[in-house]
T-cell receptor, first 117, second 113 residues
């Protein structure tokens, strides 16, 4: 039972254009969402996050949008650069007043982004 | 500041052998966790710890043991390796707090033959 799904295994875009990576979730208890980027032979690195009380968060070229009613989030990269080529993982965390969930993320399958010069 | 350090980077085991994957962090993070990455599955949580002496199971704990005797170290033990445990293993750590991201090590690629 995949609670976080990234239905596009791969995405190819031209340098300078917009990249849009999508993610859907099913667990209504998720209240914080993160995007990670992963290069080959390295660990995932944190990119950007959003709380469930917001619908948009922006950091430079990266913007994450959250649609709670649709249980959908997306990552926009504008403009895309060849160095953005990597695997992108969407992840989610349950709300937990006791704090035991802080170390626990549920990940999607990942989307391979290729940005062509 | 090394961050999260995992050793070894690569390991080949025969079925039934045991081994320990090491993980150390130097950021004084309370939370540490182990994930495995398999093709088409994303990263799945094996075990996690909210502080020294406290551990709990994640989504796929069978076949793995952990302990957390210090804040810095969180080793993952495979008691009797099986081919199904062939995977890439990532250790992660973070401060407490909902908005704190996990910081990952560079992984251990394990093959069980």
């Amino acid at each position: 039972d995949q609670q976080v799904k990234q239905n596009s295994p791969s995405l190819s875009v031209q340098e300078g254009r917009i990249s849009i990576l999508n993610c859907d979730y099913t667990n209504s208890m998720f209240d914080y969402f993160l995007w990670y980027k992963k290069y080959p032979a390295e660990g995932p690195t944190f990119l950007i996050s959003i709380s469930s009380i917001k619908d948009k968060n922006e950091d430079g070229r990266f913007t994450v949008f959250l649609n709670k009613s649709a249980k959908h989030l997306s990552l926009h990269i504008v403009p895309s650069q060849p160095g953005d080529s990597a695997v992108y993982f969407c992840a989610a965390r349950e709300g937990d007043a006791g704090g035991t969930s802080y170390g626990k993320l549920t990940f999607g399958q990942g989307t391979i982004l290729t940005v062509h010069p | 500041n090394a961050g999260v350090t995992q050793t070894p980077k690569f390991q080949v085991l025969k079925t039934g052998q045991s081994m320990t994957l090491q993980c150390a962090q130097d950021m004084n993070h309370e939370y540490m966790s182990w994930y495995r990455q398999d093709p088409g599955m994303g990263l799945r949580l094996i075990h996690y710890s909210v502080g020294a002496g406290i551990t709990d199971q994640g989504e796929v704990p069978n076949g793995y043991n952990v302990s957390r005797s210090t804040t810095e170290d969180f080793p993952l033990r495979l008691l009797s390796a099986a081919p199904s445990q062939t995977s890439v293993y990532f250790c992660a750590s973070s401060f407490g707090g909902k908005k704190q991201p996990l910081h990952f090590g560079n992984g251990t690629r394990l093959t069980v033959t």
